[in-house]
């Protein structure tokens, strides 16, 4: 069956960054949209990032954007997150997502596959 296994979370003083991995298996990845949401305690989940299926195009919220960049290597079945200047409303649970319908969204409902998610905490 499908699976996407994130890692690369961890916690870090705010500035500071880190590199979310999104390994998928038993898919194309170069069929799929991928997106990275995240969901801090007590709030619903969040949009952060997607990419379409070549990578080339990109999507971020606007929290973000100019410190978020989501990659992909279809060649190892992983996207990424690279997050830089990080900050403690960045602190969340982050899961990778995946979509078969092209076209970008920002519903965790127009997503089919799920990882488990990985922890990021940003301390002052």
């Known amino acids: 069956q499908v699976q996407l296994v994130e890692s690369g979370g961890g916690s870090v003083q705010a500035g500071g960054s880190l590199r979310l991995s999104c390994a998928a298996s038993?898919?194309?990845?170069?069929?799929?949209?991928m997106a990275w949401f995240r969901q801090a305690p007590g709030k619903e989940r969040e949009f952060v990032a997607a990419?379409?299926?070549?990578?080339?195009?990109?999507d971020y919220t606007g929290s973000v954007k100019g410190r978020f960049t989501i990659s992909r290597d279809n060649g190892r079945d992983t996207v990424y997150l690279q997050m830089n200047s990080l900050r403690s409303e960045d602190t969340a649970v982050y899961s990778c997502a995946a979509r078969a319908v092209r076209g970008f969204a920002k519903s965790a409902y127009d997503y089919l596959y799920w990882g488990q998610g990985t922890q990021v905490t940003v301390s002052s």
């Open positions: 990419n379409s299926e070549s990578g080339e195009s990109t």
């Open positions: 038993e898919i194309t990845l170069s069929a799929y949209t």
